[in-house]
């Protein structure tokens, strides 16, 4: 939860929570609905607590914003306020096998088949496939749907509900941003599609209602356990899924402009204005912001990679090798090169450009002096070259190549990871000094809502926010060589898995 001065941006406070992840089967990503809603009032309440000790009223607090990881799927119900399953998480793998079994449903078995309605291939990242999951393996869910009794959302639409009475009158919606990545959303019409609905066989009643990202949706009501009890009465009237929110709060609001968020995965959104622009290099197409009711839509080209901030976490937790985060930036500093290893951290298939699910991660051209400094380095370049790839495609889509590319999230505290990019991108790489743009898109799209009004979107208006600048260090031709191993590296790490085999040996 931060907090944000409406008039220069400045964060004035903030607390954050680690949320846990759960895998309780291999490729099965899931987290606690209840245990995010609890993060969130724990959050409010510490923030406000530090607010207090520097002396600033909270009343003075005028709006709320959400901005969540899109496409994790919830399911809950309406009369007990309950969810009736784990959240599935973005790159949870469960629904492999639903994916196959939609796709033989398709001429061709097409996976671009919807594009030009959705924007996006089928694939197990989006939630429509996640509901059909539930639909067809949880007991609970399928009852709730037939009495009626069933909710669906991502992420934003479960805290909304829940932050504005829950079963007493919450209110149930979402954005564009997040509808955009349901695939049963029109992102022409703006409305969800009911040939969508019937293709993945969902009841439309379970979907929220779908608004703008900046207008007010409801008031806070108070959590019991607020002390402050002071944001009760707060209007909701932000909401963006976090890439949407990241645009936002890096004010790329002009035709060409594109930002790259490092986060779990790493996704690179390029703005491309009241224009759809479809994608022939593997990209999404999706909803950049539509900032009011009576504002005009504005559309993105998007990459997503499904590992980045992922793979450092795996080789903190799975493999050992380091006890912090902070330690891989010093041991890749330490290495200063992969010498001749790859790492392709395929851990959930790959995403885009290619799309393929059926990849696993691998490392290569390891030799008798590979040690883990080498492949703390191939980590930190594996995020960079998944970044170039996503680049190389928006500029053959865009058809004007980026000069520089705008930079945010936890990762790029990381200036080894930094330098890299530069190198690799062989652009510069800029990165305001206050990386939470996220948290930061999310409070202006609150604070410039109809009713609110204390937040200023016109260009001229906002603050010019100070950046550090990555410059290339490497010659062309070296990240080329280097670049060129990676692709052959990312081939080899391709058609591993096949879905007719058992996984651990059992049959399922």
């Not at 109809?450 to 990555?470: K, M």
Request: glycine share 8%; hydrophobic share 40%.
């Amino acid at each position: 939860f931060q907090v944000f001065n409406a008039k220069t941006a400045e964060l004035l406070s903030h607390h954050q929570v680690e949320i846990q992840q759960k895998f309780p089967k291999e490729g099965w990503v899931e987290q606690d609905p209840k245990e995010i809603l609890k993060s969130v009032h724990e959050c409010v309440e510490r923030t406000c607590e530090k607010l207090q000790q520097l002396n600033i009223d909270i009343t003075n607090i005028k709006a709320i914003g959400v901005s969540n990881q899109r496409e994790t799927t919830v399911v809950w119900d309406k009369t007990t306020g309950e969810p009736l399953y784990n959240a599935i998480v973005w790159l949870d793998l469960r629904t492999q096998s639903t994916v196959e079994r939609l796709l033989k449903r398709i001429p061709g078995k097409n996976k671009a088949f919807f594009k030009f309605r959705t924007g996006l291939p089928l694939s197990t990242y989006f939630s429509a496939v996640k509901l059909r999951w539930l639909l067809d393996n949880v007991e609970e869910i399928r009852q709730a749907v037939d009495d009626e009794r069933a909710m669906f959302g991502t992420i934003d639409s479960w805290l909304i509900w829940s932050l504005t009475g829950g079963k007493n009158g919450g209110v149930h919606c979402t954005d564009v941003t997040n509808a955009s990545r349901t695939m049963l959303f029109n992102i022409h019409s703006l409305e969800w599609d009911p040939e969508l609905c019937q293709f993945f066989d969902i009841p439309m009643e379970i979907l929220p209602k779908v608004r703008s990202s900046s207008e007010i949706y409801g008031l806070m009501v108070c959590f019991l356990m607020c002390k402050s009890g002071a944001l009760t009465g707060v209007p909701i009237s932000g909401c963006l899924g976090d890439q949407s929110a990241a645009l936002v709060g890096q004010m790329c609001f002009q035709d060409g402009q594109a930002k790259n968020t490092y986060g779990t995965g790493c996704f690179l959104l390029c703005n491309t204005g009241q224009k759809s622009v479809f994608s022939e290099h593997g990209l999404l197409t999706t909803i950049a912001y539509k900032l009011g009711r009576d504002k005009p839509v504005c559309y993105a080209l998007e990459g997503s990679v499904a590992i980045a901030g992922a793979v450092v976490r795996w080789l903190r937790d799975n493999l050992g090798i380091v006890k912090t985060s902070q330690e891989v930036e010093k041991l890749a500093a330490e290495a200063g090169t992969s010498y001749g290893c790859y790492f392709v951290p395929a851990f959930s298939g790959l995403y885009a450009p290619y799309w393929e699910p059926s990849a696993r991660g691998i490392i290569c051209g390891l030799t008798q002096f590979t040690n883990k400094n080498h492949i703390a380095f191939a980590a930190l370049e594996a995020v960079c070259f998944q970044t170039r790839e996503i680049l190389d495609a928006i500029n053959k889509d865009c058809g004007i190549p980026l000069s520089q590319l705008q930079v945010d999230g936890g990762m790029t505290n990381n200036k080894v990871l930094m330098q890299l990019q530069s190198d690799i991108l062989c652009i510069p790489v800029v990165k305001p000094s206050m990386p939470e743009t996220t948290a930061l898109g999310a409070a202006m799209a609150a604070g410039a809502a109809e009713g609110v009004g204390i937040w200023s979107l016109n260009p001229g208006d906002l603050t010019a926010v100070t950046c550090e600048r990555f410059e290339p260090q490497i010659n062309p031709e070296e990240s080329e060589f280097r670049y060129a191993r990676w692709k052959k590296a990312v081939m080899k790490s391709m058609g591993w898995e096949t879905s007719e085999a058992p996984s651990n040996g059992k049959s399922e």
